[in-house]
């Protein structure tokens, strides 16, 4: 008999005992053993044949079958329960002279108790910054879960525990004991915390402060399925009441004896000697914190072989046996003394935190960006208020969330300013978008090096000679300020320059003097417009006969341009509307800068006259350059993006994404074939 003919003579008890089992093998797999052993679409297939078969026979449903994860109602408040062996607290060390003090005591008591020690044995792992919890198991099923609470009493967070998938509500393997008693810490994953907070701002809901806050908050929800919605997981590190368990000799042997029950435990635990040991894991772990997918806040040392720890004992709230090694603090509170605007290399302007100075995450910080307006009135910062920052590596420090009870009289909610700061130009900031920008691009400190670069870039003026480094030089002297004092530059001026002998100078001066000569569309792209690429710069002067109706034209004739939308418009009228720009354009043309007048197209009998024309894909007869040319001749106008104005696309090898878009908008494909016999004369 197969398999599958088994499984059909199935009944539906023995079916769904037979799915419950193998889930569970599943579970234990991939969150214990880190091995999944399915891809998720068939685990997917065999919980919904589990949980359409317990809805058919509702008898069947077991407490500890997977589809009972959120089975439970609302309570209405959380009971306490009594830890049988306390849920201790860890001393902490802050630097290595603690560190050393800890395991020098810990030598002192075992050789007082007649217990002769050379280098102690400890087992390290990361320290995870989530919110401690218990999990009693009576005879292989979970019976509760509770909160540390004060280490002697906590609360009952059974319903909510059981909520995260990495908690096996059924013990793996065969000699389980009849009550075990296992020590987690629950946590919520970056990238999970990171996503409930995106699509919280997308439905105007209140978002998470941190982490660690949200694993606590999750595990106090009176809903379980409340908890359910938010990605928590766990990770294994101890046990408290066991019986019938013979335990083993070393904690290493707990964890991995844990591990074959079906808990998580860190996969980053070591066994490490004496001090030198430690510190180098502490500074292995350290170096890998911010690639972690969780938060840690320092990392665990315990003494690794039990009987020793029974030893040790512990003091009225931690053991002698462990200690935890803190990194310097992430998070610290300080005050806004003031919230000013900074301008970006784009334009864009960032409110930043001015703040009492703080210590936290190994530096003092003064500064903390809060990323945009939008951001700014979404935390609702105000000068005078005390804040909580936040700085992770290398990370810029930012603003994590305002003490609102702490804020002072008058406050006042800051608004984005209508004039950059740098230039006092317009600053615009699109419906719909986070990020306001200074739109002087041209005349803007802020701006003047990146708009330099691309100014003098080989698809703009390509001026040889004009690279990044020299910008530096020329910007740092105070030699320019805008593209039009580039062709104002003298060879004394530039001689003046480090490691810039006469030749090189008299070379850029030919350069610049060469390239006062050319096209309008590579003239529009080195003003660098936002949203103004090559492609659009050249719909734009083929459509305009000069740059006096470009910089007159209204919204409504721009649209008509092919490969222009209401933002690329947008952007082309703040750009010309802004006073300085147009002063320095002015400048530019002043200076010589010239283009030919456009060559009437010749007439040549097409049916591409008049059509708009996007090329896509690698051609094999001819360049893009000479396809674009061949296309214009013949009366056709060459644009870079597929819209409902394109009349044909030119497929050439790999076409990509613009021939989805063609075919989804119906638009006419033409192959290299079909358009090079288009080009033949006499073709019609």
């Given at each position: 008999?197969?398999?599958?003919?088994?499984?059909?003579?199935?009944?539906?008890?023995?079916?769904?005992?037979?799915?419950?089992?193998?889930?569970?093998?599943?579970?234990?797999?991939?969150?214990?053993?880190?091995?999944?052993?399915?891809?998720?679409?068939?685990?997917?297939?065999?919980?919904?044949?589990?949980?359409?078969?317990?809805?058919?026979?509702?008898?069947?449903?077991?407490?500890?079958?997977?589809?009972?994860?959120?089975?439970?109602?609302?309570?209405?408040?959380?009971?306490?329960?009594?830890?049988?062996?306390?849920?201790?607290?860890?001393?902490?060390?802050?630097?290595?002279?603690?560190?050393?003090?800890?395991?020098?005591?810990?030598?002192?008591?075992?050789?007082?108790?007649?217990?002769?020690?050379?280098?102690?044995?400890?087992?390290?792992?990361?320290?995870?910054?989530?919110?401690?919890?218990?999990?009693?198991?009576?005879?292989?099923?979970?019976?509760?879960?509770?909160?540390?609470?004060?280490?002697?009493?906590?609360?009952?967070?059974?319903?909510?525990?059981?909520?995260?998938?990495?908690?096996?509500?059924?013990?793996?393997?065969?000699?389980?004991?009849?009550?075990?008693?296992?020590?987690?810490?629950?946590?919520?994953?970056?990238?999970?915390?990171?996503?409930?907070?995106?699509?919280?701002?997308?439905?105007?809901?209140?978002?998470?402060?941190?982490?660690?806050?949200?694993?606590?908050?999750?595990?106090?929800?009176?809903?379980?399925?409340?908890?359910?919605?938010?990605?928590?997981?766990?990770?294994?590190?101890?046990?408290?009441?066991?019986?019938?368990?013979?335990?083993?000799?070393?904690?290493?042997?707990?964890?991995?004896?844990?591990?074959?029950?079906?808990?998580?435990?860190?996969?980053?635990?070591?066994?490490?000697?004496?001090?030198?040991?430690?510190?180098?894991?502490?500074?292995?772990?350290?170096?890998?914190?911010?690639?972690?997918?969780?938060?840690?806040?320092?990392?665990?040392?315990?003494?690794?072989?039990?009987?020793?720890?029974?030893?040790?004992?512990?003091?009225?709230?931690?053991?002698?046996?462990?200690?935890?090694?803190?990194?310097?603090?992430?998070?610290?509170?300080?005050?806004?003394?003031?919230?000013?605007?900074?301008?970006?290399?784009?334009?864009?302007?960032?409110?930043?935190?001015?703040?009492?100075?703080?210590?936290?995450?190994?530096?003092?910080?003064?500064?903390?960006?809060?990323?945009?307006?939008?951001?700014?009135?979404?935390?609702?910062?105000?000068?005078?208020?005390?804040?909580?920052?936040?700085?992770?590596?290398?990370?810029?420090?930012?603003?994590?969330?305002?003490?609102?009870?702490?804020?002072?009289?008058?406050?006042?909610?800051?608004?984005?300013?209508?004039?950059?700061?740098?230039?006092?130009?317009?600053?615009?900031?699109p419906e719909g978008e986070a990020v306001a920008r200074c739109v002087a691009g041209l005349i803007c400190a802020?701006?003047?090096?990146?708009?330099?670069?691309?100014?003098?870039?080989?698809?703009?003026?390509?001026?040889?000679?004009?690279?990044?480094?020299?910008?530096?030089?020329?910007?740092?002297?105070?030699?320019?300020?805008?593209?039009?004092?580039?062709?104002?530059?003298?060879?004394?001026?530039?001689?003046?320059?480090?490691?810039?002998?006469?030749?090189?100078?008299?070379?850029?001066?030919?350069?610049?003097?060469?390239?006062?000569?050319?096209?309008?569309?590579?003239?529009?792209?080195?003003?660098?417009?936002?949203?103004?690429?090559?492609?659009?710069?050249?719909?734009?002067?083929?459509?305009?006969?000069?740059?006096?109706?470009?910089?007159?034209?209204?919204?409504?004739?721009?649209?008509?341009?092919?490969?222009?939308?209401?933002?690329?418009?947008?952007?082309?009228?703040?750009?010309?509307?802004?006073?300085?720009?147009?002063?320095?354009?002015?400048?530019?043309?002043?200076?010589?800068?010239?283009?030919?007048?456009?060559?009437?197209?010749?007439?040549?009998?097409?049916?591409?006259?008049?059509?708009?024309?996007?090329?896509?894909?690698?051609?094999?007869?001819?360049?893009?350059?000479?396809?674009?040319?061949?296309?214009?001749?013949?009366?056709?106008?060459?644009?870079?993006?597929?819209?409902?104005?394109?009349?044909?696309?030119?497929?050439?090898?790999?076409?990509?994404?613009?021939?989805?878009?063609?075919?989804?908008?119906?638009?006419?494909?033409?192959?290299?074939?079909?358009?090079?016999?288009?080009?033949?004369?006499?073709?019609?």
């Open positions: 008999m197969t398999k599958g003919e088994q499984e059909r003579d199935e009944s539906p008890a023995a079916e769904a005992a037979r799915l419950r089992a193998l889930i569970g093998e599943y579970d234990y797999a991939y969150y214990a053993l880190d091995d999944p052993g399915v891809p998720d679409a068939e685990y997917d297939r065999l919980f919904r044949r589990l949980a359409a078969i317990e809805t058919m026979h509702p008898e069947l449903v077991t407490a500890t079958s997977p589809t009972q994860r959120v089975g439970a109602e609302p309570v209405g408040e959380f009971r306490e329960i009594s830890h049988v062996q306390p849920m201790l607290s860890l001393d902490n060390a802050f630097d290595e002279d603690e560190l050393a003090a800890f395991d020098r005591r810990v030598s002192e008591r075992l050789v007082a108790a007649g217990i002769s020690t050379d280098v102690i044995e400890y087992v390290a792992e990361p320290k995870l910054d989530g919110a401690a919890v218990s999990l009693r198991y009576a005879q292989g099923k979970l019976e509760f879960a509770a909160t540390r609470g004060d280490g002697t009493t906590g609360e009952d967070v059974t319903h909510n525990v059981r909520t995260i998938a990495a908690v096996p509500l059924e013990l793996h393997g065969r000699d389980v004991p009849p009550v075990l008693e296992v020590r987690g810490e629950v946590y919520m994953p970056r990238d999970g915390f990171d996503e409930f907070n995106r699509l919280a701002v997308e439905r105007g809901e209140k978002t998470l402060v941190n982490p660690r806050n949200a694993a606590a908050g999750s595990l106090r929800q009176l809903d379980p399925e409340m908890t359910a919605r938010r990605p928590l997981a766990i990770f294994f590190y101890g046990i408290g009441e066991t019986q019938g368990w013979e335990l083993p000799q070393s904690h290493a042997e707990v964890l991995e004896a844990l591990r074959g029950f079906g808990f998580r435990v860190s996969p980053d635990w070591q066994l490490v000697s004496g001090v030198a040991g430690c510190l180098a894991y502490y500074a292995q772990v350290g170096q890998r914190r911010d690639r972690l997918p969780y938060d840690i806040d320092g990392v665990v040392y315990k003494v690794n072989r039990r009987d020793w720890q029974t030893e040790l004992g512990a003091v009225s709230r931690a053991p002698r046996w462990a200690i935890a090694h803190k990194f310097p603090a992430q998070e610290e509170m300080t005050t806004v003394k003031a919230i000013e605007f900074q301008v970006g290399r784009t334009g864009a302007l960032t409110p930043v935190a001015r703040l009492s100075s703080v210590f936290v995450g190994g530096v003092t910080v003064s500064n903390a960006t809060l990323h945009n307006i939008g951001e700014l009135h979404r935390k609702d910062v105000r000068a005078g208020d005390t804040v909580i920052v936040r700085r992770a590596g290398d990370v810029i420090p930012e603003v994590v969330k305002v003490i609102e009870e702490r804020r002072p009289a008058g406050a006042s909610i800051v608004e984005l300013p209508d004039r950059c700061p740098v230039c006092d130009s317009e600053v615009v900031r802020a701006q003047r090096k990146q708009a330099l670069r691309h100014f003098a870039s080989r698809h703009a003026m390509d001026i040889e000679g004009l690279g990044e480094k020299l910008i530096e030089q020329l910007v740092d002297a105070g030699l320019i300020e805008t593209p039009a004092d580039l062709y104002a530059l003298t060879l004394d001026e530039l001689t003046g320059l480090e490691r810039m002998g006469e030749k090189s100078a008299e070379n850029l001066l030919d350069a610049l003097q060469r390239r006062k000569s050319t096209t309008f569309d590579r003239f529009l792209f080195a003003l660098g417009i936002r949203e103004v690429g090559e492609a659009t710069a050249a719909s734009l002067a083929t459509c305009f006969a000069d740059l006096d109706a470009l910089r007159d034209a209204d919204e409504e004739q721009l649209l008509e341009v092919p490969d222009v939308g209401p933002v690329v418009a947008e952007r082309v009228l703040a750009f010309f509307k802004e006073p300085h720009n147009r002063t320095v354009i002015d400048k530019l043309l002043e200076s010589g800068i010239h283009w030919p007048e456009p060559a009437p197209i010749r007439a040549v009998e097409s049916p591409l006259s008049g059509k708009t024309v996007v090329l896509t894909g690698a051609l094999a007869t001819m360049s893009r350059d000479e396809a674009k040319a061949e296309l214009e001749a013949r009366g056709a106008r060459v644009t870079g993006s597929v819209s409902k104005k394109t009349d044909i696309v030119v497929t050439g090898e790999s076409p990509g994404s613009k021939l989805a878009r063609a075919q989804d908008l119906g638009i006419a494909v033409m192959t290299e074939d079909e358009f090079v016999r288009q080009l033949e004369p006499g073709s019609a």
